[in-house]
């Protein structure tokens, strides 16, 4: 479509009339109307502000679909830059959904249109699954987007190290290690302590705190010092807890998700490990 067309579908989509469209931008009723019928053009200087009430960039506006990754990168860091610190994670994970809703698109059309509050009401999960990888997309309480493009070899490197995999997992199913987590996940980063404060604080057993701090160590959530203090060797812990047990523990929740989705795609062929 041209230059004519857009304005009128754009400013129908926005639920604007001409005559909104006219104040915002100080033109006329009549010079609205020419644009649409395309008796007359916008003036140069109209044209990005025109843009900027339709929600449009100028290539939009003019009808160019035909956008390199390039044009697309810089917007998006653009856009992140100008949105308020505070908000920015919010813009992230919108970008992201629409990301999801274009890789859906390619099997079947949605709605183009933007929704700027589509985001806040999305309470259900999405997935897309295909031969190239999968998304997963949780619902509204445990906001997160990931993308899991497939690699040459498949995703099956993982059994490579299907102890390390054992032990990470076995650690995580242990009750008091759990406390241990919790506990320390509140704490300031780089929290100092002894193992004996920290089974007084998560009601551990003496007998058990040292299996719990073995399985911290291996999760990375602890590293240990040693220390001669007044001629006595003591041993002292440094929490450095990380985002990835998070990561990890949000993604689980996923596995036992029973509700409605979104959005979703299984056109997989091949199987998940090779």
């Excluded at 010079?31 to 290539?59: F, M």
């Excluded at 939009?60 to 044009?71: A, H, I, R, W």
Aim: net charge negative.
């Amino acid at each position: 479509m041209g230059l004519s067309e857009n304005i009128k579908k754009y400013r129908l989509e926005k639920n604007l009339t001409q005559g909104q469209l006219a104040a915002k931008l100080g033109v006329s009723v009549q010079a609205v109307s020419k644009w649409e019928t395309s008796e007359t053009y916008p003036d140069g200087a109209l044209l990005v502000p025109l843009a900027n009430e339709l929600c449009l960039s100028l290539d939009g506006l003019f009808g160019n679909e035909s956008v390199t990754m390039s044009d697309i990168s810089r917007r998006i860091i653009t856009l992140i830059r100008e949105t308020e610190p505070d908000d920015r994670f919010r813009a992230v994970r919108d970008l992201c959904w629409q990301i999801e809703r274009g890789l859906f698109d390619c099997r079947m059309e949605t709605d183009k249109r933007y929704d700027p509050h589509e985001i806040e009401n999305l309470y259900r999960s999405s997935y897309i699954l295909q031969d190239g990888g999968f998304t997963m997309v949780s619902n509204g309480r445990e906001p997160f987007f990931a993308a899991f493009e497939e690699p040459k070899g498949g995703f099956g490197y993982f059994l490579d190290d299907k102890e390390a995999l054992h032990d990470i997992f076995t650690a995580l199913s242990d009750p008091d290690t759990m406390s241990a987590i919790v506990g320390l996940y509140r704490k300031p980063e780089n929290y100092i302590f002894e193992g004996a404060t920290l089974a007084e604080d998560c009601g551990i057993c003496e007998s058990r705190i040292d299996g719990v701090l073995a399985d911290l160590t291996l999760l990375r959530v602890i590293y240990k010092e040693e220390l001669v203090i007044n001629n006595q060797k003591r041993d002292i812990f440094h929490s450095c807890p990380g985002h990835c047990l998070i990561a990890l523990f949000l993604i689980a929740k996923e596995i036992g998700y029973r509700g409605g989705y979104t959005l979703q795609s299984h056109f997989r062929s091949s199987p998940l490990l090779r």
